[in-house]
């Protein structure tokens, strides 16, 4: 592949606060996705609880989805130029993710421990 670049620097004359208002609104929108998404997440494993699953397959199938959710709110993260307000919901979100599969792969392995 081939291409050229052009690297610009440029202040805002007017309408500052519009832009960063843009941008936040933006962001904001991609983090209330990223938590809907930890909500779906977490009614997974709950329903994983109810239906008594507690297999090897179930955990890596979530453990895949948790792996996307924080890829997702990394890139976010990373375009968070001007630290939009919902970037702490989206993190609180993903970290209760992480505790609820951290708890359900407990209860994998012990469950698998019991059958043995």
Do not use: P
Request: hydrophobic share 40%; proline share 0%; glycine share 4%.
């Amino acid at each position: 592949m081939s291409g050229t670049a052009v690297l610009l620097s440029c202040s805002v004359l007017a309408g500052e606060s519009d832009v960063l208002n843009a941008f936040q609104a933006a962001r904001n929108d991609e983090y209330e996705e990223i938590v809907d998404r930890c909500e779906d997440f977490l009614a997974q494993v709950k329903k994983e609880y109810a239906e008594n699953h507690f297999t090897y397959a179930e955990l890596e199938e979530n453990e895949v989805d948790l792996v996307k959710l924080r890829n997702w709110f990394a890139k976010v993260r990373d375009r968070d130029t001007f630290d939009a307000d919902g970037r702490q919901a989206a993190e609180t979100a993903i970290e209760g993710c992480e505790q609820s599969l951290e708890a359900y792969a407990a209860r994998v392995y012990a469950e698998e421990a019991e059958s043995r």
